[in-house]
């Protein structure tokens, strides 16, 4: 069964303090890691989707890595707006699932 | 940009009461999901649709029925409300593999 672990559960940062949060996982072949933000009572955003290791994507401020057991989302100089939940999830292949992580909470203090 | 949209944002419905649930995307994906987002459980799938009357479960299908008779219409029924039904919804569309999700419906029974 695939499985998807992030940590930490709640990152709090001051306003320009990068960090990086951890996806780790398990599953039998990935067709695509994905990162969502989800901000509270609203449904996911879509980030970022990664398919091989060594793969790198960005966008403003986040940026996401993928190796062969975990990924990462780096978060650069964050501001009070990067304040949400992200989620990670994977698709094994042949799968159209995806199985979740249970996010991690980060809160930017300004 | 794709547009995903769910008929309510909130719902209060009694136990035993039959509840619809819609879901409209407007990219013509071929794929659209239900899931249900509970906290301490992450998102768990529903069901899922790969095409207009074919559906497949998920990993929680009991208590749920889906419809869809329209490419761009997703249907997510609970036959008889039960209060351990209370949770968020989230339905989502793909046309590869990366899933957009709409605002969610939170519904509560009673």
């Known amino acids: 069964e695939d499985q998807v672990t992030q940590s930490p559960e709640a990152l709090r940062l001051q306003e320009g303090e990068s960090s990086s949060l951890n996806c780790s996982y398990t599953?039998?072949?990935?067709?695509?890691l994905f990162w969502y933000r989800q901000d509270p009572g609203k449904g996911p955003e879509f980030l970022f989707t990664?398919?091989?290791a060594g793969e790198e994507k960005e966008k403003e401020r986040l940026k996401a890595t993928l190796t062969k057991k975990e990924s990462f989302l780096h978060i650069t100089a964050p501001k009070p707006e990067d304040s949400a939940t992200y989620l990670c999830?994977?698709?094994?292949?042949?799968?159209?699932?995806?199985?979740f992580g249970a996010g991690t909470t980060v809160t930017v203090r300004a | 940009d794709v547009k995903v949209t769910q008929s309510s944002r909130y719902l209060v419905k009694r136990t035993g009461e039959k509840v619809f649930l819609e879901c409209v995307q407007d990219?013509?994906?071929?794929?659209m999901f239900w899931y249900r987002q509970d906290p301490g459980l992450g998102l768990r799938l529903i069901y899922f649709s790969y095409d207009v009357k074919m559906k497949e479960k998920g990993d929680i299908p009991e208590g749920y029925s889906v419809s869809r008779e329209k490419k761009e219409r997703f249907s997510l029924i609970l036959e008889s409300a039960s209060t351990n039904q209370t949770s968020m919804y989230l339905c989502?569309?793909?046309?590869?593999?990366?899933?957009?999700f709409g605002p969610g419906t939170r519904l509560l029974v009673l």
């Open positions: 989502a569309s793909s046309f590869g593999v990366t899933q957009y």
């Open positions: 990219m013509d994906h071929e794929n």
């Open positions: 999830a994977v698709q094994a292949l042949g799968d159209y699932k995806l199985s």
């Open positions: 599953v039998s072949g990935l067709r695509g």
């Open positions: 990664l398919y091989s």
